[in-house]
């Protein structure tokens, strides 16, 4: 009997989203040529709706030209199959109805086997919710998922597809914005980078950041310094800034180099703009999955705030390279590791393992199918490894 195999991408962009989908596809064109294929529209909210795209001969014949684009062909959604009163709110299910059932029900009115979801933390903790719904049921699904974000933050996995090529971006993003300081004197420069409860992305910037300094040839006696190019303060939300000890030791640096260039992880010191938000009665805005909505809290422009003045900055810019870092098409590093755990990822489908493919850290990083049980979110970057601290120490935060 021909299998029918559905994908879904969701969450937030993440530069493998499409290097994903091509790679699951070109496996199935191999493993399986007679398998039916379809990917719904905008992930889970096309799941509800029962919107989807057949996968054609020609389509998968031509499903190479995906890797060298970013974000996703068939469309991103933020949803949340167990947040009823979210859904009922957006006129994606009715009152009083069950967002699990309508979305198991679809599959089944799909006639779909295997279910692939291409996401984070929320999208397979939401694809676990569906497989545990599936089989509680008796619905005779397999559900694997493929684990993509910038923040490299899913319990127990090591490296999520797509944080390499974001580094490497932001990075990239970075040289140009901090060409600008020297565009007045006493500039500050605020990079903020994505990452709301882990500062793996900043941090990993900022080390390919630096490994691009490190390549360059300087010219001091005309003005071209490493020391005003580089980065003078690398801020993550695990560890704590002291924002009186940091604007002493900033207001040196811009005194002695004649500027200040932050990297800051957007969650980093959300808890003390949260807490004055409050105390002014204002509203902390939140969204599907209870996160902050960092881009209305802005994380920059609070941190740039606190530091300008005390620093003497005569200039401010704040830019955010999230967008940027977040669409990219796939760097080699990121395609090799996606092209693997696509590999075991139909593997698994096809023997009917459920469970999301990942390198998993409790298991000598080896590449796994993981159940779905053991995955979380909020993974924290761990700002005790050596590499970090000796970063810090080399760009006098320690």
Request: with cysteine; net charge negative.
């Amino acid at each position: 009997m021909t299998k029918t195999i559905a994908f879904l991408t969701a969450g937030g962009f993440a530069p493998c989203l499409s290097s994903a989908l091509a790679a699951l596809v070109e496996r199935y064109s191999a493993q399986a040529p007679d398998a039916r294929l379809i990917a719904y529209r905008y992930g889970y909210e096309g799941l509800l709706k029962g919107d989807s795209i057949e996968l054609s001969a020609d389509i998968r014949a031509n499903i190479g030209r995906l890797y060298a684009f970013g974000g996703s062909p068939i469309g991103n959604s933020r949803v949340k199959l167990t947040n009823v009163k979210d859904l009922v709110k957006r006129n994606l299910v009715a009152e009083g109805s069950d967002p699990l059932q309508i979305a198991a029900d679809q599959l089944v009115a799909d006639h779909v086997d295997i279910l692939h979801t291409i996401g984070g933390d929320d999208t397979n903790t939401t694809a676990a919710d569906l497989a545990a719904y599936l089989a509680k049921h008796n619905y005779g699904l397999t559900v694997v998922g493929v684990p993509k974000t910038v923040d490299n933050d899913i319990v127990p996995i090591r490296q999520s597809l797509g944080a390499w090529t974001a580094a490497d971006q932001g990075a990239r993003f970075a040289a140009n914005v901090i060409a600008e300081h020297n565009s007045a004197p006493r500039e500050l420069i605020v990079h903020e980078v994505m990452g709301r409860n882990c500062g793996y992305l900043t941090a990993e910037t900022t080390r390919r950041y630096r490994e691009w300094l490190d390549q360059q040839q300087w010219l001091p006696e005309i003005g071209l310094r490493r020391d005003a190019w580089d980065v003078h303060a690398c801020y993550v939300p695990e560890a704590h800034i002291d924002i009186a000890t940091e604007a002493a030791r900033l207001k040196a640096v811009m005194d002695t180099v004649g500027n200040v260039n932050i990297f800051l992880s957007e969650g980093a010191g959300v808890d003390d703009i949260v807490t004055e938000m409050e105390k002014a009665g204002e509203t902390v805005p939140r969204d599907a999955f209870g996160h902050l909505e960092l881009d209305k809290v802005n994380p920059g422009k609070w941190f740039a705030d606190q530091f300008a003045d005390r620093i003497g900055a005569d200039k401010v810019m704040v830019q955010k390279s999230g967008y940027f870092a977040r669409s990219a098409a796939s760097n080699d590093e990121d395609l090799d590791l996606i092209k693997r755990t696509c590999a075991m990822a139909v593997e698994a489908a096809l023997a009917g393992q459920s469970g999301v493919v990942g390198m998993d850290e409790q298991n000598g990083d080896t590449l796994s199918v993981i159940e779905f049980p053991r995955i979380a979110g909020h993974k924290p970057f761990d700002v005790t490894q050596p590499w970090y601290q000796q970063m810090l120490a080399e760009i006098g935060q320690a």
